[in-house]
């Protein structure tokens, strides 16, 4: 198939970049609306009315639908529009590439684990730096109304609830977050500037900013990079999905299993471990990226990185 039928037609970098960053405000926009529409024509209640609706537990499943489809349009969409305007076909652009080393599977699932042993030890860290008390109050303030809306989220009592919750909290940011992140902002930027490591840095601080958690930024910043750096070595964008999957649906499921335990689904939201195993967990991760890198042997990722 020739390129004229698999795009509209080809743009610059820099255009792209213009493009995604127009589309992906209004998909943001556009996400919140419709999906928090539907949700309060669900529950039968005014707009404004609703933050305090979705937060009580019997209302757990439209909650995490209403998530769901925010995310969907809010991530999904730019970077699917966005891949019209490339000479290949939207797929392959996307990053849908066969997985060539089934090794990389493994590979992938214990840097993911690992990857939770850092992030853990870099919360922990994250809240031993000194930092003025208004910031501190206000981050603090940011990190419980996340804990109550998933707390609200995750009220599963069956495991037809941890499903849902899976698909919900797991598979669908998993995919559409790693097209937004991944496949589309890192290689527009990586196209642009020509230099892997800027586009995979600068690409996981935007990730992790977009999560709006002063405490989980470090954490969240280390596991974009991770994730930027697999999708280099791999070319592939199912093995950073299959990582960001597997990051939030060990979250989900040891939730389920400490269901009736508050103080224990505290203690799995907050998962901070003691700082000094940003090393361990570092050190082990740099072996596993290694090995990833030598079953790609066409990746030759900067010596900076």
Same mark, same amino acid.
């Given at each position: ?7 509209? /037609? ?12 127009? *589309? !992906?405000?209004?998909? *943001? ?12 024509? *669900? ?18 499943? @439209? ?8 995310? =969907?349009?809010? /991530? ?29 599977? &493994?590979?992938? @699932? ?6 939770? =042993?850092?992030?853990?030890? *870099? ?8 930092i003025p008390i208004n910031l501190k109050n206000w981050a603090t303030q940011m990190e419980d109304q ?13 495991? +037809? ?46 990730? !992790? ?15 974009? @990079?991770? +994730? &930027? ?18 990051? %939030? ?10 269901? %009736? ?24 991760? @740099? ?19």
């Open positions: 198939m020739s390129s004229s039928e698999t795009s509209i /037609f080809q743009m610059s970098p820099g255009l792209k970049m213009a493009l995604f960053i127009g *589309l !992906s405000g209004i998909s *943001l926009i556009l996400g919140g609306m419709i999906s928090f529409s539907i949700a309060a024509l *669900l529950l039968d209640v005014r707009f404004n009315e609703l933050q305090t609706v979705l937060l009580q537990p019997q209302n757990a499943s @439209i909650a995490l639908f209403a998530n769901a489809l925010a995310s =969907f349009i809010a /991530f999904g969409l730019p970077g699917i529009a966005v891949a019209f305007f490339s000479k290949d076909k939207i797929g392959a652009v996307l990053g849908f590439k066969p997985i060539h080393n089934f090794n990389q599977i &493994g590979l992938v @699932i214990l840097i993911a684990i690992t990857g939770l =042993f850092l992030s853990g030890a *870099l919360g922990d860290l994250t809240e031993k730096i000194p996340y804990k109550k809306a998933l707390f609200a989220m995750t009220q599963m009592k069956s495991v +037809l609830d941890l499903i849902y919750a899976i698909l919900a909290v797991a598979v669908v940011p998993a995919v559409v977050e790693e097209l937004f992140f991944r496949a589309s902002l890192q290689k527009i930027i990586m196209d642009w500037t020509g230099k892997p490591y800027i586009a995979i840095v600068v690409t996981a601080v935007i990730f !992790s900013a977009f999560h709006f958690s002063y405490f989980g930024f470090l954490s969240r910043m280390s596991l974009g @990079i991770i +994730l &930027g750096i697999i999708y280099f070595y791999t070319k592939t964008i199912w093995m950073p999905m299959l990582m960001h999957f597997i990051n %939030n649906g060990i979250g989900i499921t040891i939730l389920y299993f400490v269901r %009736n335990n508050p103080k224990k689904m505290d203690a799995v939201i907050d998962g901070n471990l003691p700082y000094y195993w940003v090393v361990i967990a570092l050190f082990v991760i @740099i072996i596993l990226c290694k090995k990833l890198k030598e079953t790609s042997p066409h990746v030759q990722l900067e010596k900076s990185i």
